[in-house]
T-cell receptor, first 119, second 111 residues
């Protein structure tokens, strides 16, 4: 069982809807990530939060809006999405956002993902 | 490309056979990791090999690392139908936040 919980598992939305994806971890990790994954492709980084502050935005369109209310929670707000945004959205966490040093291996802990379909 | 490269892209074998997948990368590394992903699910960490290690074992998994060639391989011995999944190599950042993933190998094990 994964220690990163994502909800919902499946989401179908129209292009005018507003919805949110949620992610929660209780491992005390200080870095949290949103990835987008298309079929037969590796995960593609979208956002990184380090100590609850947005550290990386990989040129993601503004129709995706991340939020980190506290160190355990990560949200991804969705608005006016396009059909090409349909994908598996993965949340992940890691012990420390400071790269690999000392005992920090950089291991990522992934949730089971939210399958998003935009009609 | 920021991606590592993996080959083969897809591999189909019979149960009981061994499966080998390869990963090449371009950056310097502190460690290299392998993840498994069942269809439509999240990635699960399998094994990590540090830059000063050449080989590591975990159950039916064997990972090798050749830093001079910037390459790694993952061997799954005595494969089972339940090993059917995609396998990704991953290089965590030595600094910063961005893990580099390989393109992935899709393994299909026929019962």
């Amino acid at each position: 069982d994964t220690e990163v919980t994502q909800t919902p598992k499946h989401l179908v939305m129209g292009m005018t809807n507003k919805k949110s994806l949620k992610c929660e971890q209780h491992m005390g990790h200080r870095a949290m990530y949103w990835y987008k994954q298309k079929a037969k492709k590796p995960p593609e980084l979208m956002f990184v939060y380090s100590y609850e502050k947005l550290s990386i935005n990989e040129s993601v369109p503004s129709r995706f809006s991340p939020e980190c209310p506290n160190s355990s929670l990560l949200n991804l707000h969705l608005h006016a999405l396009q059909p090409e945004d349909s994908a598996l959205y993965l949340c992940a966490s890691s012990q420390s956002p400071l790269g690999t040093s000392g005992t920090n291996t950089g291991e990522l802990f992934f949730g089971e993902g939210s399958r998003l379909t935009v009609l | 490309s920021q991606q590592g490269e993996e080959d083969p892209q897809a591999l189909s074998i019979q149960e009981g056979e061994n499966a080998t997948m390869n990963c090449s990368y371009k950056t310097s590394i502190n460690n290299l990791q392998w993840y498994r992903q069942n269809s439509g699910r999240g990635l699960v960490h399998l094994i990590l090999i540090r830059s000063n290690e050449r080989e590591k074992h975990s159950g039916r998994l064997r990972v090798t690392l050749d830093t001079s060639k910037k390459s790694s391989s993952l061997l799954i011995t005595a494969s089972r139908a339940a090993d059917t999944a995609s396998y990704f190599c991953a290089i965590p950042p030595t600094g910063g936040f961005k893990t580099i993933f390989g393109a992935g190998t899709r393994l299909f094990v026929k019962a």
